[in-house]
């Protein structure tokens, strides 16, 4: 009631009637809600053909784009192109039914969540709302999800949160589930290689997955069968570990102005590395200049109240994704960067700094990572750490803290930098960053270093610590590039 009193009048008194789920008997002050059994009774006495009823050209729903290089835009789709969307998802993962239960902890911005809700009903499956995404992984057990989409970050956190437990454990325990995580990590990848293992092999995966595997799994339900990520490319790595302990993570790909998800890992057929093959609805094709171009019935028509007659689409038709790509002979699609965060250094390398920020957020401290470095000699990186997970790993010394917060003991950088160079190691030269700007400070929405989808803002990172990247590329000029990686701290 206290959410209604928010709308404006001239909302208000146009609704009809506002359903509450409740068994209780309304009383004078709650004259204005109906009980579920009551509205049931008396819809078919409500409803006539004066009604007025949407059509399939209606607007349907408005999406704001995550707004990673300016301002959010809103995003028309009519109920025709909704409709589309669930057909496409529905057709994809064809055993979600009325005994699924769907978890909705993504906030309503991102699409692809808003439009599995939506497939939810029309499937009859049950949808529980996280308001917390701190409460997600406690209540996993208790939903026993079917599917569950996320971002990569929180696959990461997933995985950060197993291996802590597990080095909590004795040194034989760790050994056997060490031993428990190879063994499937050859089963899975027998299994992307369409092989088959060998009888002993066989054995042991069985009595691995029976007594470690399988508990493993549980921390996200009895029920699960796959996850979905979507928003940024998933470390391959990442993908085999999880493969390795029982669960396929498929990963998706769309944008906010195509309300059918371009593509998507199926269940039964998908590939490490690629975001699937495109989804019904879709036509795709790579123009000149390695840019994905998408064609459709979900493809959106302009920005909602934009004041400009330029259309957003091609002369053919195509919406350009703003994604370099490569389509692969069985269809299976591969990004290979944003052409808004591809840049070019002064000695004339293309960087994409996606994997190489993949690189080092595969530290289990590391909370996110931003690479910079466009016309200069060489890329640097900017990361942020969680401060208190770091005597996790480093237990002789404990942080300092400081009258502006915890700091970073002296005594951690060697150890850090030993961690970021090994990470960053099989990158070629100029790939490589020659220096990392370390902060203790989180990323959060709240401080524009993120999306309401939690995309990186990456011009608002590069503005709010510009003082500190220039200060380290002044100091590096200085002392010359050589085979130790700089630090400084925030």
């Not at 995985?159 to 899975?188: C, M, P, Q, Y």
């Not at 199926?266 to 998408?294: C, M, Q, W």
Request: net charge neutral.
């Amino acid at each position: 009631l206290a959410l209604l009193e928010k709308f404006p009048e001239t909302v208000t008194k146009n609704l009809i009637f506002i359903v509450t789920i409740t068994w209780a008997v309304p009383d004078e002050t709650t004259s204005m809600f109906s009980t579920f059994d009551e509205l049931s009774d008396s819809v078919s006495k409500r409803l006539d053909d004066s009604v007025i009823k949407a059509q399939s050209i209606d607007p349907a729903t408005i999406v704001f784009t995550s707004g990673t290089t300016g301002a959010p835009k809103g995003v028309l789709y009519t109920h025709e192109q909704v409709v589309l969307a669930c057909s496409s998802i529905l057709n994809t993962f064809d055993d979600i039914n009325i005994d699924s239960n769907l978890v909705c902890w993504l906030p309503l911005s991102n699409l692809f969540q808003r439009i599995v809700n939506i497939c939810a009903i029309s499937s009859g499956a049950s949808t529980y709302f996280i308001e917390n995404p701190r409460d997600l992984i406690p209540q996993l057990t208790v939903i026993n999800p079917h599917l569950l989409i996320g971002v990569p970050r929180f696959f990461e956190k997933v995985h950060e949160g197993i291996t802590a437990e597990i080095r909590k454990k004795t040194f034989l325990v760790r050994k056997v589930i060490d031993w428990a995580i190879s063994v499937g990590a050859d089963n899975a990848c027998a299994l992307r290689m369409m092989q088959e293992l060998g009888f002993l092999k066989r054995i042991c995966y069985r009595v691995a997955d029976f007594l470690i595997l399988n508990r493993i799994r549980s921390i996200v339900g009895k029920k699960l069968k796959f996850f979905v990520s979507g928003s940024a490319p998933m470390p391959i790595w990442l993908l085999e570990w999880f493969h390795a302990i029982g669960i396929v993570v498929l990963e998706a790909y769309g944008t906010t102005e195509n309300i059918i998800p371009i593509a998507m890992n199926r269940p039964h057929s998908f590939k490490f590395g690629t975001v699937g093959t495109t989804l019904p609805g879709n036509e795709v094709v790579i123009a000149e200049d390695g840019e994905l171009l998408v064609k459709g019935k979900g493809v959106f028509h302009g920005y909602h109240q934009e004041e400009t007659q330029n259309s957003p689409l091609l002369t053919n038709g195509y919406l350009a994704t703003g994604d370099y790509a490569e389509i692969e002979r069985d269809g299976f699609i591969t990004l290979k960067g944003r052409k808004s965060e591809i840049f070019k250094t002064s000695t004339g390398h293309r960087i994409a700094p996606v994997g190489i920020e993949s690189c080092l957020r595969r530290i289990a401290y590391v909370e996110n990572a931003v690479v910079f470095g466009a016309g200069r000699k060489f890329p640097i990186a900017l990361v942020s750490i969680a401060i208190d997970a770091l005597p996790r790993y480093f237990q002789a010394v404990e942080p300092l803290s400081g009258k502006d917060g915890p700091k970073l003991h002296p005594n951690f950088l060697d150890s850090i930098r030993t961690d970021l160079e090994e990470e960053l190691a099989p990158l070629p030269q100029h790939q490589r960053p020659a220096g990392i700007v370390i902060t203790t400070d989180p990323f959060t929405i709240a401080g524009g270093e993120l999306t309401a989808n939690l995309k990186l803002r990456r011009k608002n990172v590069e503005q709010k610590y510009q003082v500190y990247l220039e200060r380290m590329y002044r100091e590096m000029e200085k002392s010359g590039r050589n085979s130790e990686l700089f630090i400084d701290c925030v």
